[in-house]
Structures are given as C-alpha cells and as structure tokens.
C-alpha cells in the first residue's frame, strides 16, 4: 500500500511540477512578447500581463507540492537537529497534520472563492472567467496533499541535508 501511494504521489508530484515549468515557461514568452508589441512595435497587447498573472499563479500551486514533498516548505530545523530520532518522527507527524489543516482549509475556501469568481472575467480577456484562476487553489492543494503524505511515508528532507 505505501509503495503505491508513493508511486502515485510521484507520478502526480511530477505532473504538477511538469505543468508549473511549462507555466513559467509560458510566463516568460509572453512577457518578451509583451516588451516586443510595447516597446518595440508601440502597439501593446492588453492580454498578455493577464495571462502572465493566471500562469503565474498556476504555477506557484503546481510547484508547491514537489517543495512539500522534498520537505523544503514547513520544516522546523533546529528541533529537527538537535532532537533524537523518536522526537524527530514525532515533530514531522505534527508538521504534517498541522499542514494538511492548512491545506484543508486552502482546498475549501478556494473552491468557494473559485465558485464565487466564476461570475468574473478576466480584463483584457473577457471571454475567460475568473474561475480558471481560482481554482488554482483547489487542485495545487489537492497534489500538495498528496505530496505532504508522500514526505511523511518517505522523509527527504533534502534542505536539512544541503543547509550550511
């Protein structure tokens, strides 16, 4: 059972991180374009800094859950270091509960807030509700569930191991 959860945690951490860099890399692109239409063809176009700030945003809670399953985002490491073994296991399963309370309410109130948005359009792009932005939320704090229970399965941790 853990080896299947840990596989499905892997293929859907990597899922979310694969579409976070494509969103970044979309990011990107169009803000070179935005500068080529502004600056250099003095002829803006209006949509790109809105599709720049929905990638952005896509991409912030696609990425989250690699972080929290590398162990990189809530992390206490001074009790982790100098606490023994048991202690340690002990502190990660409070991180992690006191996370997945977090996520909780990250998953609930932004599916309402996406629902509510919904009745919005973006400016600049009027025929794309609001709704394809809020929900972000959701679905980055559905995988990042899935990476939070992957971290406590297997502890990586790789930011204890690589700080100074």
């Known amino acids: 059972m853990k080896n299947a959860f840990l596989t499905l945690e892997r293929w859907t951490s990597g899922f979310a991180m694969a579409v976070a860099c494509l969103m970044l890399a979309v990011a990107s692109t169009l803000g070179m374009f935005q500068i080529l239409t502004r600056f250099v063809l003095e002829e803006p176009a209006e949509w790109t800094e809105v599709l720049i700030r929905f990638s952005l945003i896509w991409m912030v809670f696609l990425a989250i859950p690699m972080a929290f399953r590398q162990g990189a985002m809530v992390s206490v490491d001074v009790l982790r270091r100098w606490s023994p073994p048991a202690f340690g296991r002990v502190l990660d399963w409070l991180v992690c ?54 971290n406590l399965l297997d502890p990586k941790n790789t930011e204890l191991e690589n700080a100074q």
């Not at 909780?104 to 009027?126: C, F």
């Not at 509700?129 to 229970?149: D, E």
């Open 97 to 150: 509960i006191a996370t997945l309370a977090l996520l909780a309410v990250i998953i609930w109130w932004g599916w309402d807030y996406a629902r509510r948005g919904g009745v919005q359009t973006m400016a600049g792009l009027e025929s794309l509700s609001m709704f394809w932005a809020y929900v972000a939320m959701p679905i980055g704090g559905v995988f990042a569930v899935i990476g939070v229970i992957g």
